[in-house]
């Protein structure tokens, strides 16, 4: 019985998290991970009315954000932002000045795709990554350190080598519980 209650709470806050997330009609800036959370946007616009432009990119100021917003163009200093949301719903985390896109922005365990090169004769590189949740740091997608990210979670320990054999299979989604395959081995390893 305690296990139908936590598949269903679980359920619920994936539903309500899915809902504010993945909506494409809203962009703009989340400077804190609070803001992340409690769906806090900045410089807010309802993308099928409104425009604005934010660079994060910019080759001559890697380090700062531009938002041109209602016509003013603002900047900020790319360490003082969590998050950026764009009109076609993709988040990306800004971590010690490097951009990590969110790949599974409504689960526990947040999992990043960098992919970088791929210009002329340069062969494109991909890289995972994770954050515990939305507060924590952005770190190599390993099982050693995710088992290091919940040390005293040894039942998340022993399911996580039973079902992941590499480094490589722990990005993988679960076509059937709709989530990352992590997410749910961490919501199993919850349930008493």
């Known amino acids: 019985m305690k296990t139908i209650k936590t598949t269903i709470v679980t359920s619920l806050l994936i539903v309500k998290c899915s809902i504010g997330f993945s909506q494409k009609d809203s962009s703009g800036i989340y400077f804190k991970a609070n803001d992340y959370i409690n769906l806090k946007l900045s410089y807010a616009i309802n993308c099928k009315t409104e425009k604005h432009k934010i660079a994060a990119d910019m080759i001559f100021h890697s380090k700062e954000i531009s938002v041109k917003h209602n016509g003013t163009t603002y900047k900020y200093q790319k360490d003082s ?16 000045n490097s951009e990590f896109p969110l790949v599974n ?13 791929g210009a002329k004769n340069i062969p494109s590189v991909t890289k995972y990554y994770f954050s515990k949740d939305a507060k924590s740091k952005i770190q190599e997608l390993t099982i050693y350190n995710v088992k290091t990210a919940f040390p005293d979670n040894h039942k998340f320990h022993d ?13 993988a989604y679960d076509n059937f519980y709709k989530m990352e395959k992590i997410n749910h ?6 349930e008493k």
């Open 159 to 171: 399911l996580l080598d039973m079902e992941f054999h590499s480094d490589d299979e722990l990005f």
């Open 105 to 117: 922005p409504n689960e526990t365990i947040m999992l990043y795709k960098v992919v970088s090169g």
């Open 185 to 190: 081995v961490l919501t199993i390893s919850k």
């Open 81 to 96: 932002v969590y998050a950026i949301k764009y009109c076609d719903g993709s988040i990306v985390r800004i971590y010690n």
